[in-house]
């Protein structure tokens, strides 16, 4: 006899775990079903996000920074240290103990909410009177039916054709968080958000970087001049960024790797690396979902079919996360597993996705939300925009990291809040902001009449606002 919940969950990241940990705050029983397993074999949830994305490559973001600050930045503060070594396997084995700790607490989440855990490969088998058979091949094999099932199982790093991942010389995310030796030369295929980041980790702990980036502008997405400042800032560090490159073969050798491309200007250029990091994008998972089975609509890159409420082809199965359409971000991930939960429960879950933060953890640190200035005046939109230096700012003078600006869009005539970008110290708190004040469709003055506590880096946020009316107080 199967068992039988009102909600099986397959994924435990971000997406899922969440909508699992929902759904059974809504009352409803809930399962949830996840692959992923530590190096003792043990369950690991929490995803891609926990195990190979967002906790670790920010674990060693701030170690890696620490240890830049230390080199490079704190004599200005009149503190100098000798024989500073660098231990590596601590370094990694802290990154280690953060996911740990993570995936411990999101099994202490499910005990604490009711969300019964099976590790293992979860696949859609049939449609039933109850609702649908999901059969769960792991450590004990299980017959589960659910009411409801949401499809949460993510996305794998892409791999370059004909390149595949070694993760000893050509290296994914995955590779790239756990190299034993700092790398004398690295190389890095895509100058995203991954690449940047991971590229920023290593250059910090003394290797030399190259990233190779298909797209002739350098971080397309982006704010043009959130994106200049951000390049100029890479420069000033050492981080070697090509654009416009076309590569046109990858071989290992016995020493490491090289990289054959075309330049911008067409011609022909060769990188010899020790390893290399493919950060290209990601692919949806689905094999092994039981798709083709039971009739789950796919599209024709891999992604599970959803509508704006995240419901699929099929009745009473959802999808949500990497493994449907919109940004591969956890925290979009999380937003649509809640709506989902809710709406399972007979509730009105949303996702606003004109308001979801984009953020990169390098340093400076780039985020931003809402509209770049070059979507308006594609959509021939009326638009004032104002923004404020760092520099001018006392409390990043003090902080010592003056680097960027922030800056706001505002539609010329009602004042309301389109985008806000900012390049600088801490921006990935200080987005948040912006966003509170875009979900309530609030303007610029809004911002500019809220008091900020002095000093603070948001005060920058407050004149930016203040100059889209060139006013500012100078504060
Ligand atoms: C290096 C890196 C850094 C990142 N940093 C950030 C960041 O700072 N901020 C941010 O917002 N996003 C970041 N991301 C993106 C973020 O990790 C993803 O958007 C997020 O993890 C997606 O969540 P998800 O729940 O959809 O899928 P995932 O996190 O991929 O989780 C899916 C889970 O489902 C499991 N699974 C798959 N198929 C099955 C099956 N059939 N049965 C059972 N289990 C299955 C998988 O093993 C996995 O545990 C980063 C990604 C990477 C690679």
């Given amino acids: 006899m199967a068992k039988q919940f009102d909600v099986i969950v397959i994924g435990a990241g971000p997406g899922g775990y969440i909508a699992a940990i929902r759904a059974a705050q809504l009352g409803l029983s809930v399962a949830c079903v996840d692959a992923w397993s530590n190096a003792a074999g043990k369950p690991a949830p929490g995803g891609t996000c926990t195990n190979i994305g967002c906790i670790p490559s ?17 004599a200005d503060h009149g503190i100098t240290a000798s024989g500073v070594t660098l231990d590596l396997a601590t370094l990694l084995g802290r990154k280690d103990t953060v996911v740990r700790q993570n995936n411990e607490g999101i099994l202490y989440l499910f005990k604490k909410n009711k969300v019964t855990f099976f590790h293992g490969t979860g696949s859609l088998a049939s449609k039933t009177d109850f609702g649908w058979s999901v059969k769960v091949s792991g450590t004990a094999d299980e017959d589960l039916e659910g009411r409801h099932v949401i499809v949460a199982t993510g996305s794998t790093a892409r791999e370059l054709p004909g390149v595949p991942f070694d993760e000893e010389k050509i290296l994914s995310n995955d590779g790239a968080l756990r190299i034993t030796a700092v790398p004398k030369k690295l190389g890095v295929i895509g100058g995203g958000v991954i690449g940047l980041e991971m590229g920023s980790v290593w250059r910090r702990l003394g290797s030399e970087v190259t990233i190779l980036e298909a797209m002739p502008d350098f971080l397309a997405a982006v704010d043009r001049d959130v994106a200049r400042e951000a390049r100029k800032a890479f ?11 076309n590569i046109t073969e990858v071989k290992t050798t016995g020493k490491g790797v090289t990289v054959h491309y075309t330049d911008a200007s067409g011609a022909e250029q060769k990188l010899a690396v020790s390893q290399l990091m493919v950060s290209i994008g990601r692919v949806p998972n689905t094999q092994g979902l039981g798709a083709e089975t039971v009739g789950l609509k796919l599209d024709e890159r891999g992604f599970v079919v959803v509508d704006e409420d ?6 009473n199965v959802w999808a949500v996360g990497d493994v449907v359409r919109g940004p591969m971000l956890a925290h979009k991930a999380e937003e649509e597993g809640v709506a989902v939960a809710e ?6 879950g949303h996702v606003n996705f004109d308001t979801v933060p984009w953020v990169i953890y390098t340093s400076p640190e780039v985020s931003w939300v809402g509209k770049t200035e070059q979507a308006l005046k594609a959509a021939g939109r009326d638009y004032k925009t ?8 006392g409390r990043a003078r003090a902080l010592g990291d003056t680097t960027g600006f922030v800056k706001i869009l505002a539609d010329a005539k009602t004042d309301e809040v389109l985008g806000v ?4 110290p801490m921006a990935s708190e200080l987005i948040a902001e912006a966003v509170a004040i875009m979900e309530f469709r609030g303007a610029a003055e ?9 000093p603070t880096l948001s005060e920058a946020v407050r004149e930016a606002a203040l100059a889209v009316d060139k006013r500012t107080l100078n504060l």
């Fill in 386 to 393: 104002g923004s404020f230096p760092f520099m001018a700012n």
């Fill in 421 to 424: 970008h900012i390049v600088g």
């Fill in 58 to 74: 920010k674990a060693l973001l701030q170690s890696s920074e620490n240890y830049e600050q230390l080199n490079h930045h704190f």
């Fill in 235 to 245: 420069d000033k560090q050492g981080l070697v960024i090509q654009t416009g490159v």
């Fill in 446 to 454: 809004d911002i500019a009449r809220i008091c900020h506590a002095h």
């Fill in 310 to 315: 995240c419901l699929t082809n099929l009745s």
């Fill in 343 to 348: 709406r399972i429960a007979g509730q009105h």
